[in-house]
């Protein structure tokens, strides 16, 4: 028997003042050296805003795997390949924690080595390099720059949009960051897309059916770890059930009742995003860089 379908989900996100970001982005790429891109490494490539390749073109380019203490250390490794390979500066960080954002600087000047040499080259040694920091939103971009920074110089916040205007942050003399708006796109190119951010919380999950996401996500966790549904859920999960039919064998295990007999659906998929927004469901990447 074929494997149950992904039920269908309208998810669509295009607040105004990403438009007026865009504008911004692409008026100040001539005051820096080089763009950095925060991904979230749970699922780098839905992360990645497929409006800045072409934005940035010519600049030297850096990816950060951001969030890589909760992703799963073995697919990150194999997208950190995939992305060096196509002439990225890669470098994965938990920004929360500070883990591997000491490799920041040295990656920039690395990166930038050319820059340098012509600087000096032109008496301009003392010269600061400029990156500019680009992400969607609630990547842990501010997070990350102000760690970088060792100070809260950024704005972060856990609400999409929150960095607004134009903000550089001089780490040392010879480092500036300009900080810039979370932005998304004007149309996903899939509803797995969608998806993926609305379960990473790019996007906020509210302005969603719920329980649809969680079918689907209980799919593609059948798919990607089986495992972490048996041991956080106590059950196997039927190859051939529905994602409804999953969460409701979830919601089972863990008592999840409305009068009548019923199973709550809706209380069984606020605890699943939840649960995995939190990291107790393990380090769960949810692409594949081969996909």
Same mark, same amino acid.
């Given at each position: 028997?074929?494997?149950? &379908?992904?039920?269908?989900?309208?998810?669509?996100?295009?607040?105004?003042?990403?438009?007026?970001?865009?504008?911004?982005?692409?008026?100040?790429?001539?005051?820096?050296?080089?763009?950095?891109?925060?991904?979230?490494?749970?699922?780098?490539?839905?992360?990645? $805003?497929?409006?800045?390749?072409?934005?940035?073109?010519?600049?030297?380019?850096?990816?950060?795997? $951001?969030?890589?203490?909760?992703?799963?250390?073995?697919?990150?490794?194999?997208?950190?390949?995939?992305?060096?390979?196509?002439?990225?500066?890669?470098?994965?960080?938990?920004?929360?924690?500070?883990?591997?954002?000491?490799?920041?600087?040295?990656?920039?000047?690395?990166?930038?080595?050319?820059?340098?040499?012509?600087?000096?080259?032109?008496?301009?040694? @003392?010269?600061?390099?400029? =990156?500019?920091?680009? @992400?969607?939103?609630?990547?842990? !971009?501010?997070?990350?720059?102000?760690?970088?920074?060792?100070?809260?110089?950024?704005?972060?916040?856990?609400?999409?949009?929150?960095?607004?205007?134009?903000?550089?942050?001089?780490?040392?003399?010879?480092?500036?960051?300009?900080?810039?708006?979370?932005?998304?796109?004007?149309?996903?190119?899939?509803?797995? =897309?969608?998806?993926?951010?609305? =379960?990473?919380?790019?996007?906020?999950?509210?302005?969603?059916? !719920?329980?649809?996401?969680?079918?689907?996500?209980?799919?593609?966790?059948?798919?990607?770890?089986?495992?972490?549904?048996?041991?956080?859920?106590?059950?196997?999960? &039927?190859?051939?059930?529905?994602?409804?039919?999953?969460?409701?064998?979830?919601?089972?295990?863990?008592?999840?009742?409305?009068?009548?007999?019923?199973?709550?659906?809706?209380?069984?998929?606020?605890?699943?995003?939840?649960?995995?927004?939190?990291?107790?469901?393990?380090?769960?990447?949810?692409?594949?860089? &081969?996909?």
């Amino acid at each position: 028997m074929a494997e149950p &379908d992904f039920e269908k989900l309208n998810i669509q996100w295009y607040p105004g003042h990403m438009t007026k970001a865009m504008r911004m982005i692409k008026e100040n790429l001539k005051l820096v050296d080089a763009v950095c891109e925060l991904l979230d490494a749970r699922i780098p490539q839905a992360s990645r $805003n497929p409006d800045i390749d072409t934005l940035t073109a010519g600049k030297p380019r850096m990816i950060v795997l $951001n969030r890589a203490d909760l992703a799963d250390p073995a697919r990150t490794a194999r997208w950190k390949r995939r992305f060096e390979e196509q002439g990225y500066a890669v470098l994965e960080t938990d920004a929360r924690s500070g883990r591997g954002v000491n490799g920041f600087v040295p990656a920039v000047r690395r990166l930038l080595k050319d820059k340098l040499r012509e600087y000096e080259q032109k008496g301009q040694g @003392g010269r600061p390099l400029r =990156v500019m920091i680009l @992400g969607i939103p609630n990547v842990g !971009k501010s997070t990350f720059i102000n760690k970088v920074a060792g100070r809260k110089a950024a704005l972060a916040g856990d609400k999409p949009g929150v960095t607004r205007g134009r903000q550089w942050i001089s780490v040392d003399r010879g480092l500036e960051l300009l900080d810039t708006p979370g932005v998304l796109w004007p149309k996903f190119d899939s509803q797995e =897309v969608g998806e993926l951010l609305a =379960v990473t919380n790019a996007i906020k999950a509210d302005v969603l059916d !719920k329980e649809t996401l969680a079918a689907n996500f209980m799919l593609r966790l059948r798919k990607l770890y089986p495992q972490a549904l048996t041991e956080r859920y106590k059950f196997t999960p &039927d190859p051939e059930a529905n994602g409804f039919a999953l969460l409701e064998q979830a919601a089972k295990k863990r008592g999840f009742l409305l009068s009548g007999g019923e199973y709550d659906l809706e209380r069984m998929a606020n605890t699943l995003l939840g649960e995995y927004h939190d990291g107790k469901l393990g380090r769960l990447t949810l692409e594949e860089p &081969d996909a």
